[in-house]
Every structure is written in structure tokens, then in C-alpha cells.
């Protein structure tokens, strides 16, 4: 499945992924992740449930912590 996740195109192996998921997958922390698809928020809730679709671009924003 092809998508784009902050403006660079990603092949994804699974057809059926969840954010979650892409967010497990990137390695990012579960808590202060921001994810937004196709210029939506999906809120943090929704993330086990919401599914990747072929040409979704989603924007994915961590918090970095320090000074």
C-alpha cells in the first residue's frame, strides 16, 4: 500500500494497519504523537481503530522533549 507520511512516499507491507500500528511501526512513543490523515485529526482514542487507506497522507508529529 502506498501512502505518504510527511510528504515522503511509504510503501506500507500490510493493507490492513491501523495507526497504532504505524505508530508501533516508526518507533514513535504512543503518548505525544500527533497523527493527522488526509489534513484530519485522528485523536488518540480512535488510533487502534482507524485504518490506513491507499493514498492516505498522513502527518505524524512527536513531541521532543529538552531545551
Known sequence: MHVKIN???VQLPDEDITIKELIEMRNL???GTAV???DRLVPRTKHDIHKVKEGDIITLISVAYGG
Do not use: R
Open 7 to 9: 510528504d515522503v512516499p
Open 36 to 38: 493527522a490523515v488526509n
Open 29 to 31: 512513543p504512543a503518548t
